[in-house]
């Protein structure tokens, strides 16, 4: 009760209670009225009341007659109309207090009217009557409609009334409790209904869509009562119902999918089937497929299954997207019933699959072809319905990791596919004779084929789109180890048959540009897989792969270009043929242009032979080879044109580098030849550059043999000073003979002293005895040692000391000593002391034993030395020193040439055979 202005303080509020709205025994509220309009009332009094009419003790009070008929009617009335709601069609404010027909209606807003049936128990008490036929088409509505205004009813305050909701419903003469069990029932109900919508409501019936809609507001409706005229602190929030609800059938949704899949499947994808296609389902059932599966489910033996059940999920999913959606979108914050179907789905799917496939791993008893396919059928589900589902998206999914081990049994099975593929390829490329593919291409079928099966493959792994990155690069991984066996087995086939082709010039240029083919498609599949992205062992196996295939290229060029070599060394000993004929001594002086015409003139003569040979086959190479393959060959035939002429022209044959020179060393390039041959090799140059389109001019340039060409040539206008220093500064390996197969050994003991005064250079040598001589001989054996200095400017001095012999003695001692002057014109370091331990032969030449090398820049720092040094059977010399030797040994009249020659190209003979 509230304090009002205006009135006595003893007025509360009145209720006039009229006496024929009186009945039996009443126990009714009555609100409180104004006396008048100046008052300010609130709140209700609960009376009692008793009334006794004769004729009438056993009545029940007008409430409960009221209920008893408002009820009785609608039950009639649905009955009526087969079981269904007669809804009434009225529109306006009040329309929500019209329930039934004319007749009906006036029936009972006559008797309310009459005993005081307030409106709102009449509203109560329909809503009563239609919670037990909400499933009928339109209840849901009118019951959401009625609620609502029930709500507005008592939550609705005025400025002069300050009574509570709470309190104003806690007075409904419909009571209190039973209106809350009512509506806690129906929302009970309501939940079961709505966590299987999709019988309940099916969206192939749009008024029960609409019904659908209306339970929900239903449910809203239920949620506000409860909050706002319960005052509840925290009733259960109408979305989270609602999406608890989406989700419970969903589950059951997806439990009925995987139990009853094949007859779903049926009924929904192949309503046509065939009776041959149930025949074949029928005979794998006999044949024991389904019996890890029952009744058409999921089988080690079989994925059949699975693309059944996804296609159901599919159609369920879309379902949710395209209809339930756009129904159940009170709360379009909180749930999107297409998002939540899809990751619903995915998720129960996901264990499923998953568990099925490690199954499937143990056995392995589908092909991998019919994995691949399931897996493009899961990635197809996920891409399209639940990547960008909230809880995913952004996300990296599972199901790459599920199909793995699948995956790389088919990429392991592709290898023998590719490989197979690659040898009946080339086999047919063979047996065509390797024919051009087009008149522009210079490479044959077989290559094209090889990298038609890989990039077939290569394409199944990029439609997989793996979202995983680990898992992506396994497979890379794998795939280039596909990649690099098949190329490798290629090149394989061609290096086996490419020696029996050199001879068709024509057929081994195609081979040749095969295997560049090869190195171009593999560096574009290099890009299409990542490029400098790819995985770093992918990339490598790749890299490592273009590697050996260019290793491939080098060495049949290699191979093709010493085919040719005979007929080079022929053309190139005609060269020198030619070259021979050119007369004329002196030097040439090439800045006269008449010199140099002469010079030029005597070149080409020379080369023609050569020229021709090269002037046929390269313009057929420059035609049929691809450039790399054209500059890697070129390089081949330059190294063997360049190398011939030193070896044939330039530096004279040795028989045996073993022995003494040949005789054909005696023959020597004059200075005019020399600068023929010099011109000619200008000539070769130029026309290995080919204007830019064969080898660059710096390779040729830098080349070894180019260089060791030139630097022959270059001795051969060096004076045997120069000569023998170089020689002395290069062999530094003379002893390694002595070290492998000593034949015995000599102490000696050296000083080297360098005058103050002069600069001159002073070498004592004292020769103290040698040891262990391995020497077989039938007649006396009579041992001595020759010492000779070795160096430059030795010509006008002496350069050779010899000991006595001792006879028959085999660790024979000298202690001699002997002198050298070497002069001031160089150091030390320029001289070497050759020992040459010998048997003395009267009236014929003395044999040598071993031989020991000493070379004074060893002992410059100490100034002396006292050691044994073994004997070898020879010296060991590189080719600059065979080479110095060649062109000494041409120096006939060189007395110190000649000397040199002789003592660094001896050797030690036969032994005597002893019987």
Known sequence: MSKFNRESDDFLGQAIIEVRTLSGEMDVWYNLEKRTDKSAVSGAIRLHISVEIKGEEKVAPYHVQYTCLHENLFHYLCEEAGGSVKLPVVKGDDAWKVYFDDTAQEIVDEFAMRYGIESIYQAMTHFSCLSSKYMCAGVPAVMSTLLANINAYYAHTTSNTAVSASDRFAASNFGKEKFVKLLDQVHNSVRIDLSMYRNNFPASNPEKLQDLKSTVDLLTSIT????????????????????????????STYQFLYENCDELYQREFQTDATEKEQQQQAQQKESGQGQDGQ?????????????????????????????????????????????????????????????ALEEHEQHKLCKSIDYMNLLFKVKWLYNKYVADVPPYKGTIPEYPGWFEPFVLQWLGENDDVSLEYLHSAYDRDKKDGFQQTAEHSLFSASVVDVFTQLNQCFDVIKKLEC????????????????????????????????PRLTSREKTACILMNNIQQLRVQLEKVFESMGGNDLDPEAANILKELQSKLSGVLDELASMFANSLELKIQGSVQELGALLAKVKGGGNVALSKPSDRQNVSHEADMVLRPLMDLLDGSLSLYAQMCEKTVLKRLLKELWRIVIHSLEKSVVLPPLTDPGSELSKEAEKNLTPRQCAVLDMALDTIKQYFHAGGSGLKKTFLDKSPELQSLRYALSLYTQTTDTLIKTFVNTQTSQDQPSSEDPVGEISIQVDLFTHPGTGEHKVTVKVVAANDLKWQTTGMFRPFVEVNLVGPHLSDKRRKHTTKSKSNNWSPKYNETFHFILGNEEDPDAYELHFCVKDYCFAREDRLLGVAVMQLRDIVEQGSCACWCALGKRVQLDETGWTILRILSQRSNDEVAKEFVKLKSECRGQEDVVV
């Open 224 to 251: 506000f009562f409860r909050m706002k005229v319960q005052e509840l602190s925290s009733p259960p929030r109408a979305s989270q119902v609602v999406k608890d609800c989406v989700k419970a059938c969903m589950k």
């Open 467 to 498: 979202p995983d990155p680990n898992i992506l690069n396994c497979y890379m991984r794998r795939f280039a180890k596909t990649i690099n066996k098949v190329l490798l087995a290629y090149a394989d086939l061609v290096r086996r048959d490419f």
């Open 295 to 355: 009744d058409g489910g999921p089988s080690i033996k079989s994925l059949d299954f699975w693309p059944k059940l996804i296609s159901l999920i599919i159609s369920v999913i879309e379902e949710d997207k395209n209809s339930y959606t756009l129904v159940l979108n009170q709360f379009p914050q909180e749930l999107h019933v297409g998002q939540v179907s899809a990751e619903l789905m995915w998720t129960l799917f996901s264990v499923d699959m998953k568990y």
